[in-house]
């Protein structure tokens, strides 16, 4: 069963601004019911912001210019060949080069987004990265 909180709740026991949660609400990433006139948000999402707030690429630092096969990539990380190539195209995930028919890639950058997933929740027509995590290309 979710468990909901009122948004000065969740704010105060999560520590994040209300207004953030407004913000978040309004994205879809915080989901909302309305109980006797009340606005409560899902403790779940609030949880998860916070949890993502909390991961960063620096974390994966170790890994950073290590290569790795897209299609190993997919393997250890529990992604689709097609999930990676389309955050290739979109810098989330850096090419490295090409080796024969393999794509080689940053496997920290695959490294970062399976700790979002798991955080988040990967589902599908959502999109994990923010739209401000987007590296731009060259």
Do not use: C
Not at 10 to 30: C, R
Not at 96 to 122: F, P, S, T, W
Request: charged share 35%; aromatic share 8%.
């Amino acid at each position: 069963m979710k468990a909901y909180k009122t948004l000065k709740d969740a704010a105060e026991k999560y520590n994040v601004e209300p207004e953030k949660l407004q913000e978040l609400i309004g994205q879809g990433d915080v989901h909302t019911v309305l109980f006797e006139d009340e606005l409560l948000v899902s403790e779940d999402d609030v949880r998860a912001y916070v949890a993502k707030r909390d991961v960063s690429r620096e974390q994966f630092e170790h890994l950073e210019g290590v290569e790795i096969g897209l299609n190993q990539a997919a393997i250890k990380y529990g992604f689709s060949t097609v999930v990676l190539s389309d955050w290739m195209k979109r810098g989330q995930v850096r090419f490295i080069r090409q080796q024969g028919n393999r794509k080689i890639i940053n496997e920290a950058d695959v490294a970062y987004a399976r700790a979002l997933a798991d955080i988040k929740g990967l589902r599908s027509g959502r999109p994990l990265f923010d739209r401000r995590s987007r590296k731009k290309k060259g």
